[in-house]
């Protein structure tokens, strides 16, 4: 018979977890692995509230093993290391992200990319190379192998730097990879969330022309001034949307609910890209007749590979990029995921973890 989370592993650990599909989160004690020769133990400080802790405490994908301890944006500094550790010390500032551990020997693994790895273990709700699963960063602690730990530039501040480690390598990635990186591209970010937010920022330090596209007019004062996009777009607004075909090269797409992609094609100049990394539930339609007569491309990007994830965070360093965020304790966490539902957060949720935990 399979052991209880509070028996599995030799240290007591403490989070909160959801229970079913109601995706209420409570206090929930369980364990974690001793360090081992290639780990590093980490204080969780701070964690952010992804869109995918949402719909993985309410089981919308439909592989949600309970209990879940969500968090994968998770911030804090060394505790200890194991005897193969040689790049990471006690007391340094560093973060887990979205994975926890892969192969490391797969063609995806050898090229950096262990987030396309087959065998990748997610930092929460995943198996584990053990047989036992994974808990998040809801939590007091977290041991993983040394490869999938990142570290923080001095000037980054934990708490509003966490949501980069999801949210912050989930854009970059994509602008890297498809080309979005030469000042001047006009790049159009759809919905104005977590990831949209961030996007915002990076591209404009990459030099691109930046226009926001949400549903929401509300936005707009905020888009332009406080993130510094160049213009905003409401997607209702028919008018403006017809004045603004073809003027983009490329679209990242962050909107995680079911949503039309043809409108946003016809902003896409000839040869242009929209790139979705938002995670809709339901299948999307695909307008055939746009791409074929512009040679327009629809593609996907998940997060990024390890190396690429230190890249970003140095490059945010530099250029004094973090996400904005609303610090909030673990038991403001149910509301919180009430609001994030409606969109209702600037822009991130991030859990004051350490100060918080056990009320
Ligand atoms: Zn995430
Ligand atoms: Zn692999």
Not at 200 to 213: D, E, P, Q, R
Not at 296 to 304: A, N, Y
Request: hydrophobic residues 40%; aromatic residues 8%.
């Amino acid at each position: 018979m399979a052991r209880s989370p509070e028996c599995e592993h030799p240290q007591k650990a403490f989070g909160w977890a959801a229970r079913d599909t109601s995706g209420h989160l409570s206090p929930f004690p369980f364990s974690r692995r001793e360090v081992g020769a290639d780990d590093v133990a980490l204080k969780i400080l701070f964690c952010g509230v992804c869109h995918s802790d949402l719909h993985t405490v309410k089981n919308d994908w439909g592989f949600t093993t309970y209990p879940v301890v969500p968090g994968h944006e998770i911030a804090g500094v060394v505790t200890q290391i194991g005897n193969n550790v040689k790049t990471f010390k006690v007391g340094d500032r560093v973060g887990v992200g979205v994975m926890a551990d892969s192969c490391k020997t797969c063609d995806a693994c050898e090229q950096d990319l262990e987030n396309y790895c087959p065998k990748k273990v997610f930092t929460y709700n995943s198996p584990g190379y053990d047989g036992t699963r994974t808990y998040g960063g809801y939590s007091d602690f977290v041991v993983v192998h040394k490869r999938f730990v990142l570290r923080f530039p001095e000037n980054l501040p934990l708490d509003a730097g966490a949501p980069l480690l999801c949210a912050g390598i989930t854009v970059y990635s994509p602008m890297k990879y498809y080309g979005m990186t030469e000042p001047g591209g006009h790049l159009g970010v759809a919905g104005l969330g977590g990831l949209g937010h961030v996007a915002v920022k990076i591209a404009k330090a990459f030099g691109l022309k930046v226009t926001v596209i949400s549903t929401s007019q509300k936005k707009e004062v905020e888009a332009i001034n406080r993130l510094g996009a160049d213009s905003f777009l409401v997607s209702t607004d028919s008018g403006k949307m017809k004045a603004a075909m073809k003027s983009m090269d490329f679209i990242i797409d962050t909107i995680s609910g079911v949503h039309s992609l043809l409108p946003l094609l016809g902003l896409l100049k000839l040869n242009g890209k929209l790139i979705t990394v938002g995670l809709p539930e339901k299948p999307l339609e695909l307008p055939i007749f746009p791409l074929v007569a512009e040679r327009k491309l629809v593609g996907g990007s998940d997060f990024g590979g390890i190396k690429e994830t230190q890249e970003m965070l140095e490059f945010c360093g530099k250029h004094n990029i973090s996400a904005d965020i609303e610090l909030i304790r673990l038991d403001e966490i149910n509301t919180a995921m009430e609001r994030l539902a409606k969109s209702d957060v600037k822009y991130r949720f991030v859990i004051d973890v350490a100060n918080s935990l056990r009320g």
